[in-house]
């Protein structure tokens, strides 16, 4: 397998449900991602793209087939394993900013730093560092409550960038902003993808197609179209 | 990263500053009367033994009244003879035996010149022989215990300065003393009792201000006569006795009522209905435990009640916040938290409830016993009699601080566990779709 594959999904079926009632969010799904792609998952709700990015971002396990993030098999991984490769090689961007509300938005961007047990005075200044990348150094002692939207999005994106990860997931991140500051959350998103990280964005805003290279609509839980 | 879960935990308890204080209270008010029933158990005991232990632990009242729990002394009654005190004191678990010979006095009177007299009221005066002071266990400051058949007297401290602070009673002065029958008797005071720091017990049933020997006050006494017109015998109505060691103060006790009620003077002397009854230390002490266990009984289970109801709180409102917190679990989850990580953020926000219900409870008990022994001083006092003068020192019993905040810790982890396993085995895709 060449190495430049971020993420490679191998006829991934994914079945909710119990035996009597079941429902096939994903079926055969097979895909590859290049590493420093910028992909934009399309599609209608319920037509499995939430399902593939939970797949993707180790948050949820297939039915069947397979998935391989970075030569690694994720199939074979236990939930601590799954929580590690969480914590150090995927970006979460939620559409609800997700941020914890009792802490700082320095706090929330530590979080992750947090749970891979980094040290105090590092993970501060990595924090720092990227709150003053997304203009928000006088912000970090606030509370997500005081930020506006689009400042959280910012400490969303600041937090999912906090371990390097060498991939963002980012599902529907402007769905709750105006669409001036989604453009800027997009412009941001665009630029970390100059920077080498691989990016997976989940939309159904046919504006957004634009900040992506390749694009795959989704239906009924099958890849209807690949551009 | 123990640290940093921890103070997470302290983050959203300050984020919930009255729920996190509602659900306090159940630990607070449990904790804190366990608190109150230590300190309140401690000081009163201290209390008991101070009392008790400057009176001879061996020693024993004997008396006449109502047998019974608790019996009953009538002081009025008298009956024991000098025969009756030498023949107890022949039984073989018995020391050492004194009579007490109640004898009322008109006046103290202190001669300053030739027809200068000084009298103040003279109270009541102990008529006895020196083995008293042993069996109270009490001693002589300055000089030395009357002699038996000499017009000699000792008295307490605080007699000295009856005929004023500025001319205090010296050893060797001269008094006068006037029965109620108003004889005058020419008296020396040989020696000043050591006032105990703490006022006991016996000391104020005795109050014990002045004593003498039963020859030449009581015996040639009216009020001290039983017997028929033709046969007078000097009876006394209580005895203090001394056993000979404390593991035989019952066998003496035995043995005093098998004398007394077979073949003693005192039994033909005592009203028919009237028992002989004999009150040991160790008696009151037992008494006083069987109260104090009681009352902490009691206590124990509402504290007891109130740490479960308390728990059950702390339970319910950790359910609520994981519930709340749903969607914040699934995050820490995407961005790496381990299920682990997740339990601890909970357990430690219950544990942390624990330890604040825990210490705010030892600080609410600590101020609670402090009050209850203020109430319990003051009801003393209201009391009067032989506890007026004693006072219950605060005596807090401190380990128990340490294991009632232990014990709110492990209430709050107990409470915990259950809300904690909820939070930790959530599905992270279901808990990121929760709203």
């Given at each position: 397998?060449?190495?430049d594959?971020?993420?490679?999904?191998?006829?991934?079926?994914?079945?909710y449900?119990?035996?009597?009632v079941?429902?096939?969010?994903?079926?055969?799904?097979?895909?590859?991602?290049?590493r420093g792609d910028?992909?934009?998952?399309m599609?209608?709700?319920?037509?499995?793209?939430?399902?593939?990015?939970?797949?993707i971002?180790?948050?949820?396990?297939?039915?069947?087939?397979e998935?391989?993030l970075?030569?690694?098999?994720?199939?074979?991984?236990n939930?601590?394993?799954l929580?590690?490769?969480?914590?150090?090689?995927?970006g979460?961007?939620?559409?609800?900013?997700?941020?914890?509300?009792t802490?700082?938005?320095l706090?929330?961007?530590?979080?992750?730093?947090?749970?891979?047990?980094?040290?105090?005075?590092s993970r501060?200044k990595?924090?720092?560092?990227?709150l003053k990348?997304?203009?928000?150094?006088n912000?970090?002692?606030n509370?997500?409550?005081?930020?506006?939207g689009?400042?959280q999005q910012?400490?969303?994106?600041a937090?999912?960038?906090?371990?390097?990860?060498?991939?963002?997931?980012?599902?529907e991140?402007?769905g709750?902003?105006?669409s001036?500051?989604?453009l800027?959350?997009?412009?941001y998103?665009a630029?970390?993808?100059?920077?080498?990280?691989?990016i997976?964005?989940v939309?159904?805003d046919?504006?957004?197609?634009?900040?992506?290279?390749r694009?795959i609509?989704?239906?009924?839980?099958?890849?209807?179209?690949?551009? | 990263?123990?640290?940093?879960?921890?103070?997470?935990?302290?983050d959203?308890?300050?984020s919930?500053?009255?729920?996190?204080?509602?659900?306090?209270?159940?630990?607070?008010?449990?904790?804190?009367s366990?608190?109150?029933?230590?300190?309140?158990?401690?000081?009163?005991r201290?209390f008991?033994?101070?009392?008790?232990?400057?009176?001879?632990p061996?020693g024993m009242v004997?008396?006449i009244g109502?047998?019974?729990?608790?019996?009953?002394?009538?002081?009025?009654e008298?009956?024991?003879?000098?025969?009756?005190?030498?023949?107890?004191?022949?039984?073989?678990?018995?020391?050492?035996?004194?009579?007490?010979?109640?004898l009322?006095?008109?006046a103290?009177?202190?001669?300053e010149?030739f027809?200068?007299?000084?009298s103040?009221?003279?109270?009541?005066?102990?008529?006895?022989?020196?083995?008293?002071?042993?069996?109270?266990?009490?001693?002589?400051?300055e000089?030395?215990m009357?002699q038996d058949?000499k017009?000699?007297?000792?008295?307490?401290?605080?007699m000295t300065?009856?005929?004023?602070?500025?001319k205090?009673?010296?050893?060797?002065?001269?008094?006068?003393?006037?029965?109620?029958?108003?004889?005058?008797?020419k008296?020396?005071?040989?020696?000043?009792?050591?006032?105990?720091?703490n006022?006991?017990?016996?000391?104020?049933?005795t109050?014990?201000?002045i004593?003498?020997p039963?020859d030449?006050y009581?015996?040639?006494?009216?009020?001290?006569?039983v017997?028929?017109?033709?046969k007078?015998?000097?009876?006394y109505?209580?005895?203090?006795?001394?056993?000979?060691?404390?593991?035989?103060?019952?066998d003496?006790?035995?043995?005093?009522l098998?004398?007394?009620?077979?073949?003693?003077?005192?039994k033909?002397?005592?009203?028919?209905?009237?028992?002989?009854?004999?009150?040991?230390?160790?008696?009151i002490i037992?008494?006083v435990d069987?109260?104090?266990?009681?009352m902490s009984?009691?206590i124990?289970?509402?504290?007891?009640v109130s740490?479960?109801v308390?728990?059950?709180g702390?339970?319910n409102i950790?359910?609520?916040?994981?519930?709340e917190?749903t969607?914040?679990?699934?995050?820490?989850?995407?961005?790496?938290?381990?299920?682990r990580?997740?339990?601890?953020?909970?357990l430690?926000?219950?544990?942390?409830?624990?330890?604040l219900g825990?210490?705010?409870?030892?600080?609410?008990?600590?101020?609670?016993?402090?009050?209850?022994?203020?109430?319990?001083?003051?009801?003393?006092?209201?009391?009067?009699?032989?506890?007026?003068?004693?006072?219950?020192?605060?005596?807090?019993?401190?380990?128990?601080?340490?294991i009632a905040?232990?014990?709110?810790?492990?209430?709050?982890?107990?409470?915990?566990?259950?809300?904690a396993r909820?939070a930790?085995?959530?599905?992270p895709?279901v808990?990121l779709?929760?709203?």
């Amino acid at each position: 397998m060449p190495d430049d594959i971020a993420i490679e999904t191998n006829s991934i079926t994914k079945i909710y449900g119990t035996s009597k009632v079941q429902f096939r969010a994903l079926n055969n799904v097979s895909l590859k991602v290049k590493r420093g792609d910028f992909i934009a998952l399309m599609g209608p709700s319920g037509s499995g793209k939430t399902t593939l990015m939970n797949l993707i971002g180790c948050l949820d396990r297939t039915t069947s087939g397979e998935i391989i993030l970075d030569g690694q098999n994720l199939s074979i991984l236990n939930d601590n394993q799954l929580a590690e490769i969480r914590g150090k090689k995927i970006g979460f961007i939620f559409q609800t900013f997700n941020l914890v509300p009792t802490i700082s938005a320095l706090k929330n961007v530590e979080l992750p730093l947090v749970f891979g047990d980094m040290s105090r005075v590092s993970r501060e200044k990595i924090a720092l560092d990227l709150l003053k990348k997304f203009g928000l150094e006088n912000w970090a002692r606030n509370l997500p409550s005081e930020l506006s939207g689009g400042q959280q999005q910012r400490v969303a994106i600041a937090r999912a960038l906090a371990n390097n990860p060498s991939i963002i997931l980012a599902d529907e991140p402007t769905g709750n902003l105006d669409s001036a500051t989604g453009l800027q959350i997009m412009k941001y998103l665009a630029s970390i993808n100059k920077e080498g990280k691989t990016i997976v964005l989940v939309t159904h805003d046919n504006s957004l197609k634009k900040f992506a290279n390749r694009i795959i609509t989704m239906k009924d839980g099958e890849i209807s179209e690949h551009k | 990263m123990i640290a940093d879960i921890f103070l997470m935990s302290l983050d959203a308890l300050r984020s919930h500053k009255i729920r996190t204080f509602l659900t306090l209270i159940g630990v607070i008010i449990g904790i804190g009367s366990v608190i109150i029933v230590t300190t309140a158990g401690s000081s009163v005991r201290i209390f008991i033994e101070e009392q008790w232990n400057i009176f001879n632990p061996t020693g024993m009242v004997i008396g006449i009244g109502t047998a019974g729990d608790p019996p009953q002394i009538s002081f009025r009654e008298m009956g024991f003879t000098d025969h009756d005190v030498e023949e107890l004191k022949n039984l073989s678990y018995v020391k050492e035996v004194a009579p007490i010979g109640l004898l009322p006095l008109k006046a103290i009177k202190l001669r300053e010149g030739f027809l200068k007299w000084q009298s103040k009221a003279g109270g009541t005066m102990y008529a006895t022989t020196p083995a008293l002071l042993d069996i109270m266990g009490m001693e002589i400051e300055e000089g030395r215990m009357f002699q038996d058949k000499k017009n000699e007297i000792v008295m307490s401290k605080s007699m000295t300065t009856l005929f004023g602070v500025d001319k205090p009673l010296k050893v060797g002065d001269t008094l006068y003393i006037q029965r109620l029958d108003g004889k005058l008797i020419k008296t020396t005071l040989v020696g000043i009792l050591k006032e105990s720091e703490n006022s006991n017990i016996m000391s104020q049933v005795t109050s014990l201000s002045i004593a003498g020997p039963v020859d030449p006050y009581y015996s040639t006494y009216f009020g001290s006569n039983v017997g028929g017109i033709f046969k007078h015998v000097t009876a006394y109505g209580i005895l203090y006795a001394d056993a000979t060691d404390k593991e035989h103060v019952d066998d003496a006790k035995n043995q005093i009522l098998n004398y007394l009620n077979t073949s003693s003077d005192a039994k033909n002397y005592k009203d028919k209905n009237s028992d002989f009854v004999v009150i040991t230390q160790q008696y009151i002490i037992s008494k006083v435990d069987q109260i104090t266990s009681v009352m902490s009984m009691l206590i124990t289970s509402i504290a007891l009640v109130s740490l479960v109801v308390g728990g059950i709180g702390i339970a319910n409102i950790m359910f609520a916040t994981v519930t709340e917190r749903t969607r914040e679990i699934g995050t820490m989850m995407a961005i790496g938290a381990k299920r682990r990580n997740i339990m601890s953020l909970f357990l430690y926000q219950s544990a942390m409830i624990g330890l604040l219900g825990g210490v705010l409870g030892v600080i609410l008990g600590a101020s609670g016993g402090a009050f209850i022994i203020q109430i319990l001083n003051q009801y003393l006092k209201e009391l009067g009699g032989a506890f007026s003068t004693g006072n219950i020192a605060l005596a807090y019993s401190t380990q128990w601080f340490l294991i009632a905040v232990i014990f709110g810790v492990m209430i709050g982890i107990l409470a915990g566990v259950l809300p904690a396993r909820k939070a930790a085995k959530m599905d992270p895709v279901v808990a990121l779709r929760y709203s």
